[in-house]
């Protein structure tokens, strides 16, 4: 079993900056990706950007140029540096962790844009 643990969520204005912090425990060793999801009210959740062990840093559209994934392997951490924040990048933002068949979320952390 892993253990996911977001934190940094919270109030930004336009055009703000915030990072986001996810702590794997447990089994982490068993992860090989770690990566960012966010889900607005009414709206799927969606990949913000991941980071896999051998095939490096993956954005989507809406975020690459802004946002920057980077993983710490010996502290089993994921960071999520936000930039030049929009209304629309309000979500909570979850964290997930994946190695071999299984998956992996914590609880996630709220981020509000506001104008």
């Known amino acids: 079993q892993v253990q996911l643990v977001e934190s940094g969520g919270g109030l930004v204005q336009i055009g703000g900056s915030l990072n986001l912090s996810c702590a794997a425990s447990?089994?982490?060793?068993?992860?090989?990706?770690m990566g960012w999801y966010r889900q607005a009210p009414g709206k799927q959740r969606d990949m913000v950007a991941i980071d896999t062990t051998n095939g490096g840093p993956k954005y989507a559209d809406d975020v690459k140029g802004r946002f920057t994934i980077s993983r710490d392997d010996a502290r089993n951490t994921v960071h999520l540096q936000m930039q030049s924040l929009k209304p629309d990048d309000t979500a909570v933002y979850y964290c997930r962790g994946a190695g071999g068949r299984y998956a992996y979320w914590g609880q996630g952390t709220q981020l509000t844009v506001s104008s």
């Open positions: 447990g089994s982490a060793w068993t992860i090989h990706s």
